[in-house]
């Protein structure tokens, strides 16, 4: 094959790293297309195409995730990675870890790492590379990135969230839940949620947003009865989607715009989490993003026009 040939075939390979490891999509694309441009000036031929590319775009998106850390500390309220539709690497063999892997609750929990311990646990844990690979791409000698692995693997397995196993029951809890939504369903979204469910919002500053997190059934499922159905009148439609892996949905504007990405976090049969990213700056790559402002008060306006 061409140069270009295997660096296409490796792609949704690198993109998953390079997500998985920042969090950001048009962070990982940039990561990827930097990795092909060092790939393609190299005057070498590596003697495994996929490692030389895996450990470029490794020790990328560590550098990429270092700067990033800086700018997350003054990140104006709670921080989400962007949403993701669809990953574009699939493995047959490891599919339970790369779903897992890709989910908002694991990707926060990544968070709790160090740059290299996260693209050690990544590529070990998720990606099934032997260690020789792991200490090439993160430039580190064997020992070390085991022990790099220990240390994550400890954090991680401190916070693991736990998922439902079935999807087929995900997807009718997630369908009776946007029912329930559009029909502005105080009882029936309340019996779906956790008696200790959280809705927060990320709009890092830039969209209204949730004042703070809201918890418990009752307050979760009011608030969503109270606003969705308004924004159906103002022509708000929302799209049922997987999104990072779990049950979601994409709400647009009456132009089609993309005003927000919803997540959920289901186990034992009820809702846990509710997370719902709003900052248009992580929702380019779904569409192009609606003014939020705008829709926040043309629904102020409808309201108070009903009372």
């Not at 441009?37 to 998106?61: G, H, I, K, N």
């Not at 397995?157 to 502005?184: N, S, V």
Request: glycine fraction near 6%; include cysteine.
């Amino acid at each position: 094959m061409s140069k270009v040939e295997e660096f296409e075939e490796l792609r949704p390979l690198l993109f998953s790293i390079a997500y998985r490891i920042l969090g950001s999509v048009s962070e990982a694309e940039d990561a990827v297309q930097e990795t092909w441009l060092r790939y393609d000036a190299s005057a070498t031929e590596p003697t495994s195409t996929r490692a030389f590319l895996s450990a470029a775009v490794t020790r990328l998106s560590i550098d990429v995730l270092r700067s990033a850390r800086v700018r997350r500390e003054a990140y104006v309220g709670p921080w989400f990675p962007e949403p993701l539709l669809n990953d574009p690497y699939q493995d047959p063999a490891r599919s339970a870890e790369l779903a897992d892997s890709v989910s908002m609750a694991a990707l926060l929990l990544l968070e709790r790492l160090s740059p290299l311990e996260r693209a050690v646990f990544l590529l070990r844990e998720v990606f099934g590379f032997g260690f020789e690979e792991v200490a090439a791409a993160v430039g580190r000698s064997e020992a070390a990135c085991r022990q790099l692995l220990v240390r994550a693997r400890r954090h991680m397995e401190a916070g693991r969230p736990r998922f439902e196993a079935d999807r087929q029951e995900q997807q009718e809890l997630a369908t009776r839940f946007f029912d329930a939504l559009r029909e502005g369903d105080v009882v029936g979204l309340r019996d779906l949620l956790a008696a200790d469910v959280s809705m927060v919002g990320d709009g890092g500053g830039k969209t209204p947003q949730l004042a703070r997190a809201v918890m418990g059934a009752d307050n979760v499922a009011r608030l969503l009865a109270a606003v969705f159905p308004w924004l159906a009148r103002i022509d708000v439609t929302f799209e049922p989607h997987e999104v990072n892996g779990q049950p979601g949905a994409v709400f647009r504007d009456r132009d089609g715009k993309v005003l927000q990405a919803l997540t959920l976090d289901l186990l034992d049969g009820q809702i846990q989490a509710i997370r719902l990213v709003l900052n248009p700056d992580k929702l380019g790559h779904l569409g192009p993003a609606a003014d939020a402002w705008a829709v926040h008060h043309e629904l102020r306006r409808v309201r108070r026009g009903a009372e």
